[in-house]
């Protein structure tokens, strides 16, 4: 079942109807749809090559053999390299078409010319009768090949796509669970298509979990390894830090001290990983971005923080065949698992809400000492567009909650933080169910309208 992607789809099509060859850059973490994608936009007409690691003199055999199917015989000809074979290309295509190469770094690895090979290509038009489509899960090269200004191919591409995880919008229409799965599900898989897939294959999240997750036999037993494979030459440091934030550790200086290294050898590493969308730089609300000593590392990606907080701390029990027993202890804690996993996708939704008649900005988390002097901390806090009012929000993922209780705390919260700068208090409930007395003056949010607008 193929959802979304909608508007990926017009923009390659938008480019390839235009009269001259164009060049299209398509990249994204590994599992999230783009050969599928691809398959939604070329013909059968069209040229889609896989590359691996082989040889570069095997890829160059086995690309010819590609284009064999549109031109009988080009594959007979022995092509020293890959500027033979583009050349003839242009002397032998009687029509226009579009040729794809599905992990574009593979071939980059093996022949490093090959950027300054289409450059001369594209720049000379030697390319007026095919198009080209150049895709890869390793974002960094991708991104190296095409938008470092040193790199031959900067400045010349006609698209350039990066395919990332889905919204929660659309697990709810690829599954069509009611809302609260949803939410569970997504908190566990996020928004990777394969790992819906796999995820389909069962009749429960759990038996999903301990089948792929949990059984050292499954497929997303050693994913992250294989995702760092694409990114990194080792991935021993990006593994570690992984491994302390889903334990806990958060604060720059704690990551530092557990790997036992100065904290500025961090920055480049964090830096990666947060560029990748595997983890988040957190500052409270109302504090610059630059401020370091109140930052927090969050891993932002559902699937891996899942992986980092139940499957890594486990390996060893995993691994001896524990799988029920370490399942009996992550499903005593799963709860409060989505529960965190609630809070930042009630965060993420709420730029895309409408309350009260105002929109928002980008909401935050604020945790920090009040006008008493005592530490506290509220869920969820937004400026509106306008400025005139802040929405401060709880998020809670339980059942039978005390709503006026959980209304008077964060209306008692608001008159202690030190931000308000007379703007006025929209007060704002994001809970599991609608509970069965609502107060006046709160707004509640349940799982079916976080569903609604994070597409």
Same mark, same amino acid.
């Given at each position: 079942?193929?959802?979304?992607?909608?508007?990926?789809?017009?923009?390659?099509?938008?480019?390839?109807?235009?009269?001259?060859?164009?060049?299209?850059?398509?990249?994204?973490?590994?599992?999230?749809?783009?050969?599928?994608?691809?398959?939604?936009?070329?013909?059968?007409?069209?040229?889609?090559?896989?590359?691996?690691?082989?040889?570069?003199?095997?890829?160059?055999?086995?690309?010819?053999?590609?284009?064999?199917?549109?031109?009988?015989?080009?594959?007979?000809?022995?092509?020293?390299?890959?500027?033979?074979?583009?050349?003839?290309?242009?002397?032998?295509?009687?029509?226009?078409?579009?040729?794809?190469?599905?992990?574009?770094?593979?071939?980059?690895?093996?022949?490093?010319?090959?950027?300054?090979?289409?450059?001369?290509?594209?720049?000379?038009?030697?390319?007026?009768?095919?198009?080209?489509?150049?895709?890869?899960?390793?974002?960094?090269?991708?991104?190296?090949?095409?938008?470092?200004?040193?790199?031959?191919?900067?400045?010349?591409?006609?698209?350039?796509?990066?395919?990332?995880?889905?919204?929660?919008?659309?697990?709810?229409?690829?599954?069509?669970?009611?809302?609260?799965?949803?939410?569970?599900?997504?908190?566990?898989?996020?928004?990777?298509?394969?790992?819906?897939?796999?995820?389909?294959?069962?009749?429960?999240?759990?038996?999903?979990?301990?089948?792929?997750?949990?059984?050292?036999?499954?497929?997303?037993?050693?994913?992250?390894?294989?995702?760092?494979?694409?990114?990194?030459?080792?991935?021993?440091?990006?593994?570690?830090?992984?491994?302390?934030?889903?334990?806990?550790? !958060?604060? #720059? &200086?704690?990551?530092?001290?557990?790997? $036992?290294?100065? @904290?500025?050898?961090? =920055?480049? *590493?964090?830096?990666?990983?947060?560029?990748?969308?595997?983890?988040?730089?957190?500052?409270?609300?109302?504090?610059?971005?630059?401020?370091?000593?109140?930052?927090?590392?969050?891993?932002?990606?559902?699937?891996?923080?899942?992986?980092?907080?139940?499957?890594?701390?486990?390996?060893?029990?995993?691994?001896?065949?524990?799988?029920?027993?370490?399942?009996?202890?992550?499903?005593?804690?799963?709860?409060?698992?989505?529960?965190?996993?609630?809070?930042?996708?009630?965060?993420?939704?709420?730029?895309?809400?409408?309350?009260?008649?105002?929109?928002?900005?980008?909401?935050?988390?604020?945790?920090?000492?009040?006008?008493?002097?005592?530490?506290?901390?509220?869920?969820?806090?937004?400026?509106?567009?306008?400025?005139?009012?802040?929405?401060?929000?709880?998020?809670?993922?339980? !059942?039978? #909650? &005390?709503?006026?209780?959980?209304?008077? $705390?964060?209306? @008692?919260?608001?008159? =202690?933080? *030190?931000?308000?700068?007379?703007?006025?208090?929209?007060?704002?409930?994001?809970?599991?169910?609608?509970?069965?007395?609502?107060?006046?003056?709160?707004?509640?949010?349940?799982?079916?309208?976080?569903?609604?607008?994070?597409?």
């Amino acid at each position: 079942m193929f959802v979304n992607r909608s508007k990926e789809i017009k923009r390659m099509n938008t480019a390839l109807q235009q009269k001259n060859a164009v060049l299209i850059v398509i990249y994204g973490r590994r599992r999230c749809g783009k050969s599928t994608l691809l398959k939604k936009v070329i013909h059968e007409n069209d040229i889609f090559f896989a590359a691996d690691l082989r040889e570069k003199s095997l890829q160059i055999e086995a690309f010819a053999k590609s284009v064999e199917r549109l031109v009988p015989g080009f594959a007979k000809l022995r092509y020293p390299d890959w500027d033979a074979l583009f050349h003839n290309l242009k002397n032998t295509l009687n029509e226009k078409i579009t040729i794809c190469i599905d992990e574009f770094p593979y071939l980059v690895k093996n022949a490093p010319e090959l950027p300054s090979l289409l450059q001369n290509i594209i720049d000379n038009k030697i390319n007026d009768k095919y198009n080209l489509i150049l895709c890869g899960s390793s974002q960094q090269m991708m991104q190296n090949i095409t938008l470092n200004s040193s790199s031959p191919l900067y400045g010349r591409c006609n698209e350039m796509l990066n395919v990332k995880p889905m919204l929660l919008g659309w697990y709810n229409e690829y599954f069509g669970t009611n809302a609260i799965e949803t939410i569970e599900g997504y908190s566990v898989f996020g928004g990777v298509p394969r790992y819906w897939e796999l995820q389909k294959n069962h009749h429960s999240l759990a038996d999903s979990i301990k089948y792929n997750l949990l059984d050292p036999d499954g497929v997303l037993f050693k994913e992250p390894e294989t995702l760092f494979y694409d990114e990194m030459r080792t991935s021993v440091l990006a593994f570690s830090i992984l491994t302390l934030i889903g334990l806990g550790c !958060n604060r #720059l &200086s704690e990551i530092a001290g557990r790997l $036992e290294k100065p @904290a500025t050898q961090l =920055n480049r *590493p964090l830096k990666l990983l947060i560029d990748l969308g595997y983890i988040r730089r957190e500052t409270p609300f109302n504090t610059s971005l630059k401020s370091t000593k109140k930052s927090l590392y969050k891993i932002s990606d559902p699937f891996m923080n899942f992986y980092f907080s139940f499957v890594v701390p486990d390996k060893s029990r995993l691994e001896f065949g524990l799988i029920e027993q370490v399942w009996k202890e992550i499903s005593s804690k799963l709860n409060q698992f989505v529960s965190e996993q609630w809070e930042e996708l009630c965060r993420n939704a709420v730029p895309s809400l409408e309350i009260k008649g105002k929109t928002f900005n980008p909401a935050q988390r604020w945790w920090g000492k009040g006008i008493d002097r005592k530490p506290m901390e509220i869920d969820v806090v937004a400026e509106s567009t306008d400025k005139s009012a802040l929405l401060i929000g709880e998020a809670k993922w339980m !059942n039978n #909650l &005390s709503v006026r209780k959980t209304v008077d $705390e964060l209306k @008692a919260k608001t008159e =202690n933080v *030190p931000f308000m700068q007379n703007r006025k208090p929209i007060y704002v409930l994001f809970l599991k169910q609608i509970p069965v007395k609502i107060p006046d003056e709160i707004i509640i949010i349940t799982p079916s309208d976080i569903i609604a607008v994070l597409k």
